[in-house]
């Protein structure tokens, strides 16, 4: 791929639902902090490429920052299978040995009928290579941003997982000719 490109990674919204839910897809988002949503779009760059998830709460958080993105299913967050739409503290308070397994290893670890987070890193490599050169603003998940950083840094997986991505924060990252550069992670707009 010729050229640079410059991606702005955005964290979706909160999701207006239950805390400690593993969320499906068509969880909507917590639009309510209009300050940090407009400073947020104050700082983004004009007439870049957008890009989200398929989920609601991606499509909305764009939405709410005046993009109209295409929806790329390799931004999808990490897919948690059977315990989608289950609390993490009933998953663990009912001895599900699964869950706890998992918790044990959580880069190679699968959620029943899931995958791995090495399996999103897979896939988020994929979209990142369907984005040509130039600005693009990505709103994505938490597991997304995660494994885009992985790419960039040249992670494990098992290290990866340790960033801290907060709801509505940025992160940014350039894919250059000589190889990805880290601008910030987990940045905060006021």
Known sequence: MEGETFLWLIRH???????????????PADLGDRAHLEALQ??????????????RRTAETARALGLAPELLAEFGEQDFGGWTGRRHDELAANGDQAYAQFWRDPAQGRPPGGESFEDQVARVRLGLARIGAGHATLIVHSGTIRAALCIALDLTPEA?????IDPLSLTRIDRLATGWRVVSVNQRMA
Request: proline share 9%; net charge positive; glycine share 6%.
């Open 160 to 164: 990866a997982l340790r960033f801290v």
């Open 13 to 27: 919204a909160p999701v207006d639902g239950v805390a400690g839910t593993i969320h499906a897809n068509d969880a």
């Open 42 to 55: 104050r700082y983004l760059p004009r007439n870049a490429a957008s890009y989200a998830s398929p989920a």
